[in-house]
């Protein structure tokens, strides 16, 4: 019995340490593929940070090879127990969850004294539409409502994969919708002076909103002021701009991991990420428009200054645009909506990172923006990475630049 234990004991234990010395073994090999920049903020922290996040994808692929459970499903689970904590409301600060039509949000009302009534600001998080949650944001959403005497609404919209394109929209606009209507009787903000905004993810999820508020505008229904977007991801149809290039293997965010998201986000089938790369899945009576939005020769000069292969053409496949065709529509690529949508964008705020695969996104957004005559305000993080906002005030987790970008958007929204 003794001894039927003790080797019980001992192969449990080599099970534990094969194990360990597998995930270890892929953790090296994925940082031996990493490339971070001289030029980015605590280069040592980064690489603790993308180890750790590395660490957990890889034992949430193992596991969701051994059909324990879901790769996505451990990640939020870990995420939740150990990285993410919510202090007590500072003072100066109300903070009560709610539900807006069905969507649960959390607000964030200032209690200083106001003359007259409050802006406010709608804010959806990150997560490649398939991560992150109220609680995510918590610190972000904290910060501007006192630094910038804003009431913020966060919202917690259904995730992929088990909610589909477009349920993450429609929970967006279900609860942006309830706020204007209620936001002068039950909360003292001005309807009128209500933004909406997020980042990466969240960030396309706003502009797509404020477009498909837009088209439906029909003069009796008060419309976002602002869109706050924080290195918005905006569109699906191009993986070879020069920031996707330059950045390929930057952390947080892969080249190749983007079109994992926009595949959880539309289908759920992460097999199509190789040919999305390529650009198989774009019509050829499409790409003339195309290549006029999203042509390097749109980027300021110091955008190559890295480098820009222009890559091979793609041959079109059909078959994988109808499995995909939702995502080069606007209210998931709204970079690559038509001019009469574009000029009834409100006034915008756009925030890049340089070492960020999808930098070329807001870039170019903004020069579409631009050419229609619209106003927009642009802030340039020359030593930031994608999800930096997500680092503000997280302990040891912390990059003194997220403070930084907290207080562009700041001096951005108490200009409305």
């Known amino acids: 019995m003794d001894i039927g234990f003790a080797i019980l004991i001992i192969g449990c234990a080599a099970l534990v340490a094969a194990f360990l010395l597998l995930v270890i073994g892929l953790v090296y090999a994925e940082l031996m593929n990493s490339h971070i920049p001289p030029g980015v903020e605590n280069t040592g922290k980064l690489h603790a940070v993308h180890s750790l996040f590395v660490g957990i994808a890889i034992v949430g692929r193992i596991l969701h090879r051994l059909s324990i459970c879901h790769q996505v499903t451990f990640i939020r689970w870990f995420v939740s127990c150990f ?14 969850d709610l539900i807006f039509s069905a969507v649960p949000v959390r607000i964030y009302e200032p209690t200083a004294a106001c003359d007259g009534l409050r802006r406010g600001l709608v804010y959806f998080h ?38 589909k394109y477009p349920s993450q ?32 993810t969240g960030a396309n999820l706003a502009a797509a909103l404020c477009q498909r508020l837009a088209k439906q505008d029909n003069g009796h229904v008060v419309l976002p002021c602002a869109q706050v977007l924080v290195y918005p991801v905006l569109q699906m149809a191009d993986f070879n701009l020069p920031s996707y290039q330059q950045n390929h293997a930057v952390p947080i965010l892969y080249r190749a991991r983007m079109p994992f998201y926009f595949l959880q986000y539309l289908n759920g089938d992460p097999s199509l990420g190789q040919d999305l790369l390529d650009g198989y899945h774009v019509p050829n009576e499409l ?6 939005w999203l042509s390097p020769s749109n980027l300021p000069q110091q955008c190559l200054s ?20 939702d995502g080069l529509e ?14 009834k964008a409100p006034s915008t705020f756009i925030l890049t990172c340089e070492y960020d695969v999808v930098r070329d996104d807001g870039i170019l957004f903004r020069k579409r923006l631009l050419d229609l005559n619209k106003d927009v305000t642009w802030k340039h993080m020359d030593n930031g990475f994608h999800g930096i906002i997500n680092f503000y005030n997280q302990g040891w987790l ?19």
């Not at 990285?83 to 009560?96: A, D, M, Q, S, V």
């Not at 909506?337 to 574009?342: G, L, P, Y």
Request: proline share 8%; with cysteine.
């Open 287 to 292: 790409k003339p428009r195309y290549t006029t």
């Open 126 to 163: 990150g997560g490649g539409w398939v991560l992150g949650n109220i609680d995510s944001v918590d610190e972000v959403c904290r910060y501007i409502a006192l630094k910038s005497s804003t009431t913020v609404v966060s919202v917690g919209y259904r995730l992929a994969p088990e909610h």
């Open 398 to 416: 912390s990059f003194p630049a997220a403070t930084r970008v907290l207080d562009h958007i700041v001096d951005f929204l108490i200009t409305l």
């Open 83 to 96: 990285l993410t904590h919510t202090n007590p409301p500072p003072p100066g600060l109300r903070i009560k």
């Open 306 to 325: 890295r480098g820009y292969v222009e890559p091979p053409k793609a041959e079109y496949d059909g078959g994988l645009y109808h499995e995909i065709k």
């Open 330 to 343: 606007h209210e998931v690529s709204p970079l690559l909506a038509e001019d009469d949508v574009i000029e």
């Open 169 to 200: 929209l429609d929970d967006c606009e279900a609860a942006t919708r309830h706020f204007l209507s209620v936001a002068m009787e039950d909360f003292g903000v001005d309807p009128g002076r209500v933004a909406v905004g997020g980042d990466s």
